[in-house]
């Protein structure tokens, strides 16, 4: 069985496997802002302590854009309101222009 404990950067990517007697150190020296355990207080992973000077990551709804709302025809002549984010607005004109 693998016993090296992953550690994860404050962002949420993997840092690095440890061996419990290093970990354990790194611990005690206040390393480490979350440890998550187990029931049998077995340590199934570590979150790093981030600094003020690391820089955040960007919110997840930058990547997304926003919701645009848009009237769309339907084959039977009737409207109807749709949210759409505009990556698939702009897909959807290109796979039609082709």
Not at 5 to 32: C, H, K, M, N, W
Not at 76 to 86: F, I
Request: positive net charge; aromatic residues 10%; charged residues 30%.
């Amino acid at each position: 069985m693998n016993s090296l404990i992953p550690v994860y950067r404050p962002d949420g990517r993997l840092f690095e496997r440890v061996s419990p007697a290093q970990f354990a150190r790194q611990e005690a020296s206040g390393t480490y802002a979350t440890v998550v355990r187990r029931r049998k207080r077995l340590v199934c992973r570590a979150i790093l302590r981030g600094s003020p000077d690391d820089p955040t990551s960007p919110a997840l709804s930058t990547y997304q854009g926003s919701r645009f709302v848009f009237r769309e025809k339907l084959e039977s002549g009737l409207h109807c309101w749709k949210l759409k984010t505009p990556d698939v607005m702009f897909l959807e004109a290109r796979d039609r222009a082709a």
